[in-house]
């Protein structure tokens, strides 16, 4: 070497270059040097060089320094970049001293790129940071490169550049170089002072230019990474919960995964609880080169060239999700991954800043429970503890690293935990690469919860903190965890005092903090070097050897006084902690107010004080409302009181309500955003939780002792045997055990009390909601505004809160509250469908921890009482499913069955109703049976099977799948086999006892639901992988749940799902069907009744339109057979004629069955539809065809008559032709003129029907005396009866008794007791009154349908037809005396043919004047007097020919257009009626309802007593009536006149078309007058009925365009309007169309109250559908009252269906029979063809009817309301407002009736 230098100051570039030195040494001695170089001429290079720096300069001055030199005494080689190098070091012989300092401080902002090549040079590039550190004054240089080689300086003894013993390679700018720095630890002063001072400035520009670099080429990286992993945008768009809680498609296999599907996949595993989720790995394509080794040493030989293919490092993968993830998916990550027992990020440098944070938030709610072991006198105590984990103070192992180990830290570390889990990842795990980007400076930690056995490894909880990569090089990190941790123990590869890390080990040794440490090239064991300080050897020693003495030295420590560490306390270190974020703060002390209300009261007292609506008074409301439906005694006194006290109850409710915590909490929650909202929800659940769990654990304790004590009790009493018990003994024993469930009782009550979360808040909102709601009570403002919480509520279950579905402790279902809720939902999500997952099983099976696990759900899990009540939850389906006809699963978790807190029969009735409400809501039921053995089963399965049977037979039919759980070998196939077999037995027998109760005829549990054992049993292996509460969660088990969920998804595809208002429907059905004792009685599936309700309207739209063709049809041929075209009608002529629109109407149903909504429920019904539209067109066809031939056949009898008619007609208008040209000259006036033609009229008319016999008039009412006399009745007793006019009202009659005689006495004492008993009351007892009734009713019905066979229009009225009547009314009579135990008299006898007679009179002669009209020449005659009168008039006038005979035909032609437009105008009317009129264009529930509506806005009781009596009469009135003031309305009659005009305007036209063609074609025939009228006839007989009128009398008419013309001037004045009368008299009429189509109904009466069935089907029960009406009434109004005596019965029958009474049905085998009201059905026909469901709440209707005329119902029915005065009458409410209103809860109170004021919205 010829030369060295050092180039002065501001030098660019420094370099060594050397070919093959063996020493290489530096001297300075001149104090002033202005260059040293190091050069040589046979040096390839040798460099130091930097790609980016400016200046690298180095200056040293000292005023003493002799020598500054670099040697090597016994260096062989050294070389920088060498392939195989095994030793580089550096000693230098000179000291450097002291003094020597340093103008300018080196901070981080240095950095190094430093690359080393085989041509033996050297590149460096320092990239991280560069200081200069001094510790105990020693400054120390390092530079870490791929296999850990170092680069050290050291000051007080020399200067050395020292590798480690085999590297193989030393290099600088690795990839994966962290950090180079110089960093003083204790850095007093440490300088040098070079003669030539840097400027701070410029250094401190260059430093920070440098950083830029780093910071862009680790952004780079980092960047790339989250590229691989479809997260190039995380940062931006955060990751959130609700993304990943969507329910996807089925995850892929893990070898078939991209790294783009890395995330998704690994977030979803975590979610499932399958650690195995940390070891994913992307599918790696293996790579292969085509090219041959040539030479033999290729294979040894490493090529740079060669791409290396890494996989992503799992870590890597973890903490890129966690960096992009918002910090509510960060929690549940963390939480997930502790349930996993893995290790938690407990400080995390940013990737892009370098920043270190503490994640705070995400550890918040997680909670940790052990057992801690103590030795108190000579005893183990062991103690429960669970909190959550930031609050727990424990002892805290920080584990780290200095310099590069050949073994895994992480590793052992792990086998101080759990020695069978990897709690820290670490080498040697699958996935483990070398190269990895976030997990460097990473600290993670971990807690030991021992479970107070011997076998624990520590007696208490330890935290254990694992710092990733070296400590060294992240100072501060360690620095930080140094001072929180309770012992130090770090791993080193060598204690040698030349190692870098020797000064740190010093200051270690110095700290009072225990030390541990493990020195990787020593072999010796634990060793104590002094108190507290430990040193462990780990070579050649095996990982368990050296983890027990690790387990022995900790424990001795913290068995001892040792620093504890919270995990709170890391807010206070100084760095980030995210709960800084300003939403989390504002939340936090937005959540801080609330606790500060609740911790101003003891914990067991918050409820009671701030949460009154959900205590007492709600579970007091809860058991008043039940005992509604279970009432005894009067039930109308006792619901009276009930609904007093439940009323009085909410009162109370809203008096308490909106509290200071209530107020503070709702208005938090409105204000805050929804960031800030969610931030809100989980500090207040944290801070209530943390607030009771120290009062929680310590009755938890008691009462885990306490329950011991009792089962230890209950085993000795049932091991001691009867015969040797000491019988003193026992009853102290039995007074014992009583004791102690007392106390256990009195413990769970304490727990209860001190248990408050966010369910308890939401509970007492919905409570204040239903108490103000049900009261109507005007809405508050803010906080207090009720109205609004189903609002919030909604938006939390839309984000993905559950929601309380029915409250477990109160054990009832809020129906107002969850009503209103979803109504929310519904109106911001739209009515989207669901699928309805609910799940059973016994208590702490696992069921919430299933769900959770299965679609990430917070559904709270805990050890013992896990979830109370029912709670649901909203999951999402993703828009990347396709095929699915629903949008949500709302999963509802329920309690465990067998409940611990209740015991007896109360817990069979919970459990029983429970699983009935679960399964009837849910379209699946998941079963949970935890365990294998089916007898264990055996209480759960009767439940659930006896559930099923209950919803097969309310027609429900949701399916079911059971799930084993905790199965020790789920693959065991033959054992699963044999376990399905017998679960299928055990299920077959629990069906056979439950039929027995039910009352069904099932055999097998396949008869109840559709059942695949072999499909619909899965089996679920153990929860834990081993024993908590260290145990990890088991991968078979997550790997059960996602087979599960594919299953549950791939059968959910299958169904339609329900709309959430069919939810909130099927809700509210089945819990009012549960608080009946009764379910399948009461049960009233509202879904189903609306979906029928509107197939009802539906089909009778079918039917009107098919009415309304075959009414057109029946015009046409009428026309036909009037005009002569049409001498027969048969059926497949009027088939033909109606089978375009029957098809029509075909595809309409086939199009309505098939359609989306609702084609499940409708499928039951389609086959019979169809049927009965079938039906309806036959019976039509067959009604029309009978109607027409009668036409026919009458026009047949009447042919002669006819010819009569014509001939006479031809000679009256010849005679007055003659006779008015006579008079043609004389011009008489008007008067002279009518009276001449009227005496020549008479004149002629006589001589014309002098040998036709003239019909005689008819005397109705001397024809019924002689009818009634030929039965054997005097003369004078008809005629009172017929003058008292007492007959008319028969069937109306409220008492009957007047009527009955003696009763019939086989015995001279039951002539006795008969006498007695009438004596006592005075009247007929009401079921003989009953049977009276319907004698007038059937013998009415039998009679008018008699008479209205008999063809009195045909043939004319002849008195034997009333002979007849009377005849067989009497016959009828007879026999009812005959079967009947009292004699009727005589006035009942006359009186009921009089009253028969009076009903049928009236068609009697409208049918016999029909005759006259039709058949005597007489009566037609005079009927064209005027007509006549007309012609005579016009010839006498002068008139010609032509003008006359237009003028009689524009006289025929108005007529029969009239006819035929009013007909089609009642048509029309009709239709148009039942469209759109509200009474007639549903179906008959709605046409009832208007029925009241009209009798109340009438007032009249009269109308009441026919409607009462004769509903269907009233009925007909009412449509008439209807109808009527319809058509007098102004929208009607415009509506009419349009129509009308339109027709007359259509036929008019017609017309004019047919004279013009018959006046062509006569003229281009040369035709006369006959030829044209012939052709005139035949052209409109196809739309009018025209006479033929005979062409003799009009010979001259040959001007046929004159007659055209005259005809066309008469036809213009023809009227446009129509009116009401002549409506009235067409042969159509709207309201005979109307009463045919509505009357084609049901009108069966209700057995107890009479209310009509409001079926819209006659004939509904072959489809399976009971009669039902929601109109049940007081049983008073018709005329009930109490056995022998005359006070009224009030209850209804919907409220006697409730109580505990009994009631005697008809029978006359079993006289003395009583049935109770609850099992009306078991009384036979007709009760048994019924639904009366009890109705606490029914319409106030007939309540008002009953006040408003109690005077005239007294009278009517000769009976008193008891203790009543006129017009007074107690009931349970007021006089209401309107009487269709719902009915107000008010306390009984004794008004009189004011007027009623009917509101215009009204129904």
Excluded at 150 to 158: E, F, I, P, V, Y
Excluded at 1001 to 1012: L, R, V
């Amino acid at each position: 070497m010829e030369e060295v230098s050092f180039s002065p100051e501001h030098m660019e570039e420094v370099s060594f270059s050397s070919e093959h030195m063996e020493v290489v040494s530096f001297s300075f001695s001149s104090e002033h040097i202005e260059e040293v170089s190091f050069s040589s001429e046979h040096i390839e290079e040798v460099s130091f060089s930097s790609e980016h720096m400016e200046v690298v300069s180095f200056s040293f001055s000292s005023e003493h320094i002799e020598e500054v030199s670099f040697s090597s005494e016994h260096m062989e080689e050294v070389s920088f970049s060498s392939e195989h190098i095994e030793e580089v070091s550096f000693s230098a012989q000179s000291t450097w001293r002291r003094s020597a300092s340093v103008q300018s401080t080196w901070r981080r902002s240095a950095s190094v790129q430093s690359t080393w090549r085989r041509s033996a040079s050297v590149q460096s590039t320092w990239r991280r940071s560069a200081s200069v550190l001094r510790a105990h004054g020693g400054g120390q240089l390092q530079f870490r490169a791929h296999g850990g080689g170092q680069l050290q300086s050291r000051a007080h003894g020399g200067g050395q550049l020292q590798s480690s013993e085999h590297m193989e390679e030393v290099s600088f700018s690795s990839e994966h170089m962290e950090e180079v720095s110089f960093s003083p630890e204790h850095m007093e002063e440490v300088s040098f002072s070079p003669q030539s001072t840097w400027r701070r400035e410029r250094w401190n520009q260059k430093q920070m230019k440098r950083q830029k670099e780093r910071l862009q080429l680790n952004m780079a990286s980092v960047t790339e990474l989250l590229g691989r992993l479809n997260l190039r945008d995380g940062l931006k768009n955060e990751l959130t919960s609700a993304e990943f809680l969507q329910i996807k498609s089925t995850l892929k296999h893990d070898k078939e995964l991209s790294e783009s599907d890395l995330c998704s996949v690994y977030l979803h595993k975590l979610l499932m609880l399958d650690y195995k989720a940390r070891y994913i790995q992307a599918k790696q394509e293996p790579t292969y080169t085509s090219e041959e080794c040539d030479r033999e040493t290729d294979i040894f030989e490493d090529s740079d060239e060669e791409s290396e293919q890494t996989n992503i490092h799992p870590l890597d993968l973890q903490m890129a999700v966690f960096h992009c993830s918002d910090s509510f998916l960060k929690q549940k990550m963390v939480t997930k991954l502790s349930q996993c027992q893995y290790a938690l990020p407990l400080l995390v440098p940013d990737p892009f800043t370098g920043d270190i944070e503490c994640p705070l938030w995400t550890f918040r709610q997680i909670q940790k429970t052990w057992k801690k072991s103590e030795t108190k006198d000579d005893k183990t105590v062991v103690t429960m503890k669970s909190m959550s984990i930031c609050k727990a103070e424990t002892p805290m192992v920080l584990c780290f690293r200095l310099g590069s180990l050949s073994g895994s830290k992480s590793q052992l570390i792990n086998t101080l935990i759990n020695d069978r889990h990897s709690t820290f990842f670490h080498r040697n795990c699958p996935g483990s690469s070398e190269k990895r980007l976030l997990l460097d400076g990473v600290a993670e930690i971990a807690w030991y919860c021992p479970s107070g056995k011997p076998t624990d490894s520590f007696s208490d909880c330890v935290a254990f903190c694992n710092l990733h990569g070296d400590g060294l090089t992240h100072q501060k990190l360690r620095k930080t965890l140094m001072d929180k941790a309770s012992v130090n123990v770090f791993f080193v590869p060598t204690l040698d005092k030349k190692h870098e890390s020797a000064a740190v080990i010093k200051h270690l040794l110095e700290c009072p903090t225990p030390l541990i440490v493990l020195v990787e090239n020593s072999g010796h064991g634990a060793n104590q070097l002094k108190k507290g300080k430990y040193k462990v050897g780990l070579k050649k020693r095996s990982l368990s050897d050296v983890s027990e003495e690790l387990r022995g030295i900790i424990g001795d420590i913290i068995s001892g006084p040792h620093e504890t560490f919270q995990l709170e306390s890391m807010s206070q270190i100084g760095l980030r902690v995210d709960e800084g974020d300003t939403s989390c703060k504002t939340s936090l002390s937005s959540a801080k107010e609330i606790m500060k209300t609740i911790e101003s009261v003891p914990v067991s007292d918050v409820k009671v004080k701030f949460l009154p609506c959900q205590g007492q008074l709600w579970h007091d409301w809860s058991k008043v409302n039940k005992e509604l439906y279970r009432l005894k005694g009067d039930v109308e006194e006792d619901k009276c009181k009930k609904l007093n006290e439940c009323k009085e109850l909410r009162e109370r409710q809203c008096k308490a309500s909106c509290g200071d915590l209530m107020k503070s909490f709702v208005g938090h929650l409105s204000s805050l955003h929804q960031t800030e909202r969610e931030y809100f929800l989980k500090w207040t659940q944290i801070l209530l939780d943390g607030h009771a769990t120290e009062c929680l654990s310590l009755i938890l304790q008691d009462y885990n002792q306490k329950w011991s004590e009792v089962l230890d009790l209950k085993k000795q009493m049932d091991k001691k045997k009867p015969e040797d018990s000491d019988q003193k003994k026992t009853p102290d024993r039995s007074k014992e055990l009583k004791s102690k469930q007392d106390k256990l009782a009195d413990i769970s009550k304490d727990l209860q009390s001190a248990t408050c979360g966010l369910e308890h808040i939401f509970r007492e909102m919905a409570q204040i909601y239903e108490a103000h709601q049900s009261l109507d009570k005007p809405a508050g403002q803010g906080p207090t505004d009720w109205s609004k919480y189903p609002e919030l509520a909604a938006e939390l279950m839309i984000s993905g809160h559950p929601m309380e579905l029915m409250d477990g402790d109160a054990g009832h279902v809020p129906l107002t509250w969850i009503s209103g809720l979803i109504d929310q939902v519904i109106k911001k999500l739209g009515d989207k469908k669901v699928f309805v997952l609910s799940v059973l099983g016994i208590q702490s099976s696992g069921k919430s921890t299933m769900l959770n696990a299965m679609f990430g759900l917070q559904f709270t899990v805990s050890a013992g009482r896990c979830t109370r009540g029912a709670f649901m939850q909203l999951v999402r389906l993703s828009e990347d499913m396709k095929g699915f006809q629903w949008d949500y699963i709302l999963v509802v978790d329920t309690e465990g069955l067998r409940a611990l807190e209740l015991d007896g029969n109360k817990t069979i009735h919970h459990d029983n109703e429970l699983a009935t409400f679960v399964v009837g809501l849910g379209n699946m039921t998941l079963v949970n049976i935890f365990g294998e053995n089916p007898s264990d089963m055996q209480d759960v399965l009767q439940i659930v099977v006896q559930a099923f049977m209950r919803m097969k037979e309310v027609r429900l039919s949701p399916s079911c799948v059971f799930v084993h759980q905790n199965v020790t070998d789920v693959s065991a196939t033959e054992k699963n086999m044999d376990g399905k077999r017998k679960l299928l037995e055990k299920l077959d027998e629990m069906v056979k006892l439950a039929a027995k109760e039910e009352v069904c005829d099932a055999k097998g549990f396949s008869d109840i639901i559709e059942f695949d054992v072999q499909k619909d049993v899965k089996y679920f292996a153990q929860l834990w992988e081993g024993s908590p509460p260290m145990a990890p969660p088991n991968p078979g088990y997550s790997e059960c749940v996602q087979d599960l969920k594919s299953f549950i998804l791939e059968k959910a595809k299958k169904s339609p799902g329900v709309t959430l208002s069919e939810f909130k429907t099927k809700v509210g059905d089945l819990w009012n069907a549960l608080l009946n004792e009764n379910f399948v009685f009461s049960f009233k599936n509202t879904l189903e009744i609306t979906v029928y309700r509107k197939l009802e309207v539906q089909y009778g739209n079918w039917t009107f339109a098919l009415r309304s063709e075959m009414l057109k049809i029946e015009e046409k041929l009428y026309r036909q057979i009037k005009n002569g075209k049409l001498g027969a009608v048969d059926n497949i002529l009027l088939y033909e004629e109606v089978a375009n629109k029957y098809n029509e109407i075909k595809d309409s149903m086939t199009k309505y069955f098939a359609g989306e909504n609702d084609k499940d429920m409708l499928i039951q019904w389609r086959v019979q539809h169809e049927l009965k539209i079938k039906d309806f067109k036959d019976e039509l066809v067959r009604g029309l065809q009978k109607k027409l031939n009668n036409v026919i056949e009458q026009k047949k009898a009447s042919k002669e008559v006819d010819d009569q008619k014509a001939t006479f007609e031809k000679n009256l208008q010849q005679k007055s032709k003659e006779l008015a040209l006579k008079l043609k000259d004389n011009s008489p006036d008007d008067q002279t003129l009518r009276k001449l033609f009227h005496d020549d009229w008479v004149k002629r008319v006589s001589e014309l029907t002098r040998n036709i016999k003239p019909a005689e008039n008819i005397n109705l009412e001397k024809d019924q005396i002689q009818a009634i006399r030929e039965l054997g009745f005097e003369m004078d007793l008809i005629t009172s009866r017929k003058q008292s006019q007492r007959y008319k009202t028969l069937s109306e009659r409220g008492d009957y008794t007047e009527y009955v005689g003696q009763k019939h006495s086989v015995s001279k004492w039951d002539k006795v007791k008969s006498t007695v008993t009438q004596f006592l009351d005075g009247r007929l007892p009401r079921k003989d009154q009953e049977q009276m009734k319907n004698l007038i009713t059937v013998v009415e019905k039998q009679a008018s349908e008699q008479i209205k066979k008999t063809p009195v229009a045909d043939r004319g009225y002849s008195p034997s037809d009333l002979s007849e009547m009377s005849f067989k009314v009497g016959t009828s009579i007879t026999e009812f005396e005959s079967k009947w135990k009292y004699p009727l008299k005589k006035e009942f006898k006359v009186d009921l043919i009089l009253f028969v007679f009076y009903r049928t009179q009236r068609w009697i002669s409208d049918s016999h004047s029909q005759f006259l009209k039709n058949n005597d020449v007489r009566t037609y005659l005079e009927s064209k007097k005027d007509e006549y009168y007309s012609i005579f008039s016009s010839f006498c006038k002068g008139s010609s020919s032509a003008v006359v005979l237009a003028e009689l035909m524009c006289k025929k032609l108005k007529s029969s257009m009239a006819e035929a437009v009013c007909n089609e105008t009642a048509i029309y009317i009709a239709k148009d009626m039942k469209q759109n009129v509200p009474a007639f264009n549903e179906n008959r529930l709605k046409l009832e309802k208007h029925i009241l509506k009209s009798l109340a806005e009438k007032g009249e009781f009269d109308r009441y007593k026919t409607y009462l009596r004769r509903p269907k009469t009233y009925t007909e009135t009412f449509i008439r009536e209807e109808v009527e003031t319809l058509l007098h309305t102004k929208e009607y009659k415009d509506n009419c006149n349009s129509f009308y005009k339109q027709k007359i305007s259509y036929i008019r036209q017609k017309i004019l078309t047919a004279l013009h063609e018959a006046s062509e074609t006569t003229k281009g025939n040369k035709g006369g007058i006959n030829m044209w009228l012939q052709e005139f006839t035949e052209s409109i007989t196809s739309e009018l009925t025209f006479e033929t009128i005979d062409p003799q009398s009009y010979t001259d008419v040959n001007n046929f365009d004159f007659l055209k013309e005259e005809i066309e001037k008469g036809l213009n004045s023809i009227s446009d309007s129509v009116s009401v009368n002549k409506l009235k008299e067409s042969r159509q009429r709207p309201d005979e169309i109307l009463i045919k189509q509505l009357f084609n109904c049901c009108w069966e009466e209700c057995p107890f109250c009479h209310a009509v069935c409001t079926n819209s089907f006659k004939d509904h029960k072959d489809g399976g559908v009971d009669h039902s009406t929601p109109f049940h009434r007081s049983c008073s109004l018709r005329g009930w009252h109490f056995r022998d005596s005359k006070e009224m019965s009030l209850p209804f029958c919907t409220s006697e269906v409730a109580g505990d009474a009994t009631f005697r049905p008809d029978s006359s085998t079993r006289p003395n029979w009583s049935v109770p009201f609850k099992s009306y059905r078991s009384a036979g026909n007709p009760h048994d063809t019924w639904s009366i469901s009890p109705d606490m709440y029914q319409m106030c209707y007939w309540q008002w009817v009953v006040c408003t005329f109690q005077q005239e119902i007294e009278e009517y029915y000769g009976l008193k309301y008891e203790g009543a005065s006129p017009g007074v009458i107690f009931l349970p409410t007021h006089r209401p407002a309107s009487p269709l209103s719902p009915v107000p809860i008010l306390p009984p109170v004794c008004t009189a009736h004011p007027a009623f004021p009917l509101s215009a919205n009204e129904f």
